[in-house]
């Protein structure tokens, strides 16, 4: 007897589930054309579109940063912008990157450890502060390190001062 009712609630399970996903397909088939052309009509796939092409021109953005001779002199390299976030942020990010096969080649390095996490870069209109994590400090020659970070910051205002931060607090070198 139990076995009779629990065959007939799974049938009737069955019955409830088909009969939603086939009410729910028609739903869809019904409001999906009146949900598409209300969206066209109400212009917001040009007001999107726009935005995509505003965050696309912002990824062409070329970025000026600095690596470091064999000679120990700073040298501009530019490389193209890969977030869309903020020029200053993007630009000590990518400091921190190793430097590709082309840098290299050129003969710069990247006194910078890869594995320094940017915590923040601000600027003011004396200063350019760029806080980095703790990492920094296991530079090969922190001098050089310094150079590098400075060089980068006189690209963006020639006559700001590099507040350099390790984990928020001041370092001085």
């Known amino acids: 007897m139990s ?6 609630k799974k049938k009737n399970f069955f019955i409830i589930l088909i009969t939603f996903l086939i009410l729910s397909s028609v739903e869809l088939f019904i409001f999906i054309p009146r949900v598409n052309k209300a969206i066209n009509e109400s212009g917001m796939k040009e007001i999107i579109g726009q935005q995509n092409e505003k965050l696309i021109a912002k990824k062409k953005e070329q ?72 990492e920094i400090l296991q530079s090969k020659n922190i001098n050089l390190c310094y150079k590098q970070i400075e060089a980068t910051v006189k690209s963006f205002n020639n006559k700001a001062k590099l507040i350099l931060l390790v984990n928020g607090v001041i370092y001085n070198i």
């Open 3 to 8: 076995n009779l009712i629990s065959k007939r």
């Open 63 to 134: 970025l000026t940063i600095f690596y470091i001779d064999i000679e120990g002199n700073p040298s501009s390299y530019l490389i193209n912008s890969y977030s869309t976030y903020d020029k200053l942020h993007d630009t000590f990010e990518a400091l921190k990157d190793p430097p590709s096969l082309d840098v290299l080649n050129h003969f710069y390095i990247s006194y910078i450890p890869s594995n320094t996490k940017l915590i923040g870069a601000t600027q003011t209109q004396n200063a350019i502060y760029i806080n980095y994590s703790k």
